[in-house]
């Protein structure tokens, strides 16, 4: 018996209020939706939310055709403003203890084509400095999860049939197994061993290589290897993002070097799609960008500040994902993140590191990235082989033929 | 030629701009769309705000059905609760002069039929207190447009063309006038000059009578007969919404005595659907409340705050009016208001009043309406005679069978 969307979009809304955010009884819940396409999945949460026993659920739509009017229309020197209201629904989520979701996919991937690099590397909404903040300080329970449109079905399988992409989408999201609750906890569980084995391991650095890619990624003293189940301060057990195949941890922003290939096209967040993008970097720098399309929109956004150009995250993931095995790029990439191996430019995460003193300048000087962007790009692949570097030097392999072998 | 709807919205969308808002160079501005259906024109009026040199503009989308889903599942006791960011949209919009454009239209009517009164009545938003100040307090430029949706063309004209309502329409929005601009222009001026007439005058009170009606509205003394055209005190001159007819001013909130039948189907602002409601007042208060439907919903309305009973506001309309000459009910209460003279009660207006004091204490002492609530009602009609009553007793017809006759 087929699934109606609507049913999918019931359960998949469930699953983020219940698993992804778990937002408890008497929590206020910001939930951001990043296109008008998603209205539906925005109702469902909201529902699921109050079901769950929200006490206010705030619904924040996010028009990507408003900010292209922005970008084309308004004055040069006033594109970095970020109004004080959008920050202080993020400072407001932080003081009431609030759980937040945010629906995300489809982000019209031509839509910026055209628009000039600077102007749209200055302007960071709506994933600004506070929401970055808000993401990796671990008080606040959250989640991020897809919702499949029209637009995607068309792009990734040439007709606008939701149905089938639900189909395709389900097993990444589970959301079609009997009990999609436990799936996911079992799921979570086998990730987090893997972040353990990593743990024990205690590498020193990641070695990437493949064709193009001889990277080596330091890791930062004392940072934790972890899953998308993550555990807030305040105790709250949470799924960062569905799908997650990941395990990840943070690099020493001083201890990248060598050279990578990405692997797959890269949505720029709120721009650009960026293809075949190299970079080179040096004592944790890019030094060298260059890409087949949209260079410029990654030396801009590598520009935004101090920490831009250096990595803030480093993730493992191999080829037995059900995101990897659907074969398509998605175009998005909190999806396509999950599909293999991959680094982020720009913002840490401090729930990786316990220890992290509170001080900004404290951070920096341990070598924890600090920036007000964060981007995904996927590195891994079938040709890319991952190697464990411990403190004396021994090289332990971690992916061989696109498949997990630590053990 | 016929006028695609497309260019339509932007005619309408540039007059809100430039002739409601008037929105000038360096401005920001707030955007508020009450549907989602009315992205088109939303995005439209954020283009022709960047247009005019607006430096950022904030467009806040409002989900009606995610309000429906509050009431349905929020606690009882949080009903009442506005989040400080919603707030300070509102303050911040005030702090750096911001002007403001509501997009407004086709509340969906049935949305929240059976939802529990005293529920529904509780929840303001988000036409929330901080909102009434802003529109009442004379420091933001600001408009309130309609977005015409295939619902409401399906509603009105029994079919989903929206060309067909946009026909309807164009002539109360002068937008297919060879230059509507100046249409409007011309316009506010005749109806400025209807309010000078009146404050000319002085009445002490206007007297509505008419099948089911015989009402007395005291008029507070100093305070003047205005039209759409307004003001603001930075001296930038508006259109507070399109389409407006009227010419009003501010009731003196404890003399206000006798029935009242509201002659049109009135849409409560974010709530229910009300028709055939008859309000009986005394000493400016509503004491008898009944309806053919959803009288329950208005009782909680006026139920709110100490001025939700008391009239905010008398506005005066003749049959000449182009909403009115459509004959229809558009069922959406910014469009009807200008069919034919109404009342609202609950919150004044304070530009009307130029020697208003600042406190508030003072201003309810003086019979000026404080409430959390604004509420529009049509009182008018080819049978009602609106006659004023000057200080001395004499009695001056002003509409007499619908039409204006003081001069």
């Given at each position: 018996?087929?699934v109606s969307?609507?049913?999918?979009?019931?359960?998949?809304?469930?699953?983020?209020?219940?698993?992804?955010?778990?937002?408890?009884?008497?929590?206020?819940?910001?939930?951001?939706?990043?296109?008008?396409?998603?209205?539906?999945?925005a109702?469902a949460?909201?529902a699921?939310?109050?079901?769950?026993?929200?006490?206010?659920?705030?619904?924040?739509?996010?028009?990507?055709?408003?900010?292209?009017?922005?970008?084309q229309?308004?004055p040069?020197?006033?594109?970095?403003?970020?109004?004080?209201?959008?920050?202080?629904i993020?400072?407001e989520?932080?003081?009431?203890?609030?759980?937040?979701?945010?629906?995300?996919?489809?982000p019209?991937?031509?839509?910026?084509?055209?628009?000039?690099?600077?102007?749209?590397?200055?302007?960071?909404?709506?994933?600004?400095?506070?929401?970055?903040?808000?993401?990796?300080?671990?008080?606040?329970?959250?989640?991020?999860?897809?919702?499949?449109?029209?637009?995607m079905?068309k792009?990734?399988?040439?007709?606008?049939?939701?149905?089938r992409?639900?189909?395709?989408?389900?097993?990444?999201?589970?959301?079609?197994?009997?009990?999609?609750?436990?799936?996911?906890?079992?799921?979570?569980?086998?990730?987090?061993?893997?972040?353990?084995?990593l743990?024990e391991?205690?590498?020193?650095?990641?070695?990437f290589?493949?064709?193009?890619?001889?990277?080596?990624?330091g890791?930062?003293?004392?940072?934790?290897w972890?899953?998308g189940g993550?555990?807030?301060?305040?105790?709250i057990?949470?799924?960062?993002?569905m799908?997650?195949?990941?395990?990840f941890t943070t690099?020493?922003?001083r201890r990248?070097?060598?050279?990578v290939?990405?692997?797959?096209?890269?949505?720029?967040?709120?721009?650009?799609?960026?293809?075949?993008?190299?970079?080179?970097?040096?004592?944790g720098?890019?030094?060298?960008?260059?890409?087949?399309?949209?260079a410029?929109?990654v030396?801009?956004?590598?520009?935004?500040d101090?920490?831009?150009a250096?990595?803030?995250?480093v993730?493992?993931?191999?080829?037995a994902?059900?995101?990897?095995?659907?074969?398509?790029v998605?175009?998005?990439v909190?999806?396509?993140?999950?599909?293999?191996?991959?680094?982020?430019?720009?913002?840490?995460?401090?729930?990786?590191?316990?220890?992290?003193?509170?001080?900004?300048?404290?951070?920096d000087?341990?070598?924890?990235?600090?920036?007000?962007?964060?981007q995904d790009?996927?590195i891994?692949?079938?040709e890319?082989?991952?190697?464990?570097i411990?403190?004396?030097?021994?090289?332990?392999?971690?992916?061989?033929?696109?498949?997990?072998?630590?053990g």
């Open positions: 018996m087929a969307v609507e049913e999918r979009t019931q359960k998949l809304a469930r699953l983020a209020v219940r698993v992804g955010a778990n937002v408890q009884e008497g929590q206020d819940v910001f939930v951001l939706v990043m296109d008008l396409q998603h209205t539906a999945m109702r949460v909201t699921s939310a109050y079901e769950a026993g929200a006490r206010f659920v705030s619904v924040v739509y996010w028009d990507p055709h408003v900010k292209l009017a922005r970008l229309g308004a040069g020197d006033s594109l970095a403003f970020i109004p004080d209201w959008w920050d202080r993020v400072s989520c932080i003081e009431r203890k609030s759980a937040s979701i945010t629906i995300w996919g489809d019209q991937p031509d839509l910026f084509d055209g628009v000039d690099a600077d102007r749209a590397g200055a302007d960071q909404m709506p994933m600004t400095p506070s929401i970055w903040e808000m993401l990796g300080g671990g008080e606040v329970n959250w989640t991020v999860v897809p919702a499949p449109t029209p637009g079905a792009r990734l399988l040439g007709s606008e049939d939701v149905a992409l639900w189909d395709v989408m389900g097993p990444m999201l589970r959301i079609d197994d009997d009990d999609p609750e436990r799936s996911w906890q079992q799921h979570i569980a086998s990730l987090r061993e893997r972040a353990t084995l743990d391991r205690a590498f020193d650095a990641i070695h290589a493949g064709p193009g890619t001889d990277l080596t990624v890791i930062l003293e004392g940072a934790k972890l899953s993550i555990v807030t301060k305040t105790g057990e949470t799924v960062a993002n799908p997650t195949e990941e395990v690099p020493d922003a990248v070097d060598g050279t290939t990405v692997t797959k096209p890269v949505q720029l967040i709120g721009g650009a799609l960026v293809e075949g993008l190299r970079l080179r970097f040096e004592g720098r890019a030094v060298e960008i260059d890409a087949d399309r949209n410029d929109a030396r801009a956004q590598m520009a935004f101090d920490g831009a250096r990595l803030g995250e993730a493992i993931v191999d080829g994902s059900p995101v990897g095995q659907t074969g398509l998605f175009g998005d909190l999806i396509d993140e999950n599909a293999t191996s991959h680094i982020a430019w720009g913002h840490a995460y401090a729930f990786t590191v316990p220890d992290l003193p509170d001080d900004e300048k404290e951070q000087a341990l070598g924890f990235n600090l920036s007000g962007v964060h790009a996927m891994g692949g079938p890319v082989e991952v190697t464990g411990a403190k004396n030097g021994d090289r332990v392999p971690i992916i061989r033929d696109d498949a997990w072998v630590i």
